[in-house]
Nanobody, 113 residues
Framework: VQLVEPVGALVQAGGPLRSLCAASGSTRSTFMAWSRQAPGKQRDLIASIGASGTTSYDDSVKGRFTISRDNVKNTVYLQMNSLKPDDTAVYYC???WGIGTRWGQGTQVTVSS
């Protein structure tokens, strides 16, 4: 299974951005999540969605970001609203299948003030 993310985006503070993660295999029974890594910092989990649709968010994005999934398109989305310069990071999606965990290549999101 491979995960593909868009190249990246530059957005103004306060603006929205939707990122996506397209899987080459079925996501129907898969735990999917988004992590991000800012320069000089560790990679942190920020949002996840279980196979049943249950979602979870880090406090840093709660109320601003929404994770969702389309199991027909085998795609997971991250809707990001009210973006802040502190949200600047490389965003990685990943999923856990029976064969193991697979990561996307990462997408650079830069939020300008």
């Amino acid at each position: 299974v491979q995960l593909v993310e868009p190249v990246g985006a530059l957005v103004q503070a306060g603006g929205p951005l939707r990122s996506l993660c397209a899987a080459s295999g079925s996501t129907r029974s898969t735990f999917m999540a988004w992590s991000r890594q800012a320069p000089g910092k560790q990679r942190d989990l920020i949002a996840s969605i279980g196979a049943s649709g249950t979602t979870s968010y880090d406090d840093s994005v709660k109320g601003r970001f929404t994770i969702s999934r389309d199991n027909v398109k085998n795609t997971v989305y991250l809707q990001m609203n009210s973006l802040k310069p502190d949200d600047t990071a490389v965003y990685y999606c990943y999923g856990t299948w029976g064969i193991g965990t697979r990561w996307g290549q990462g997408t650079q999101v830069t939020v300008s003030s």
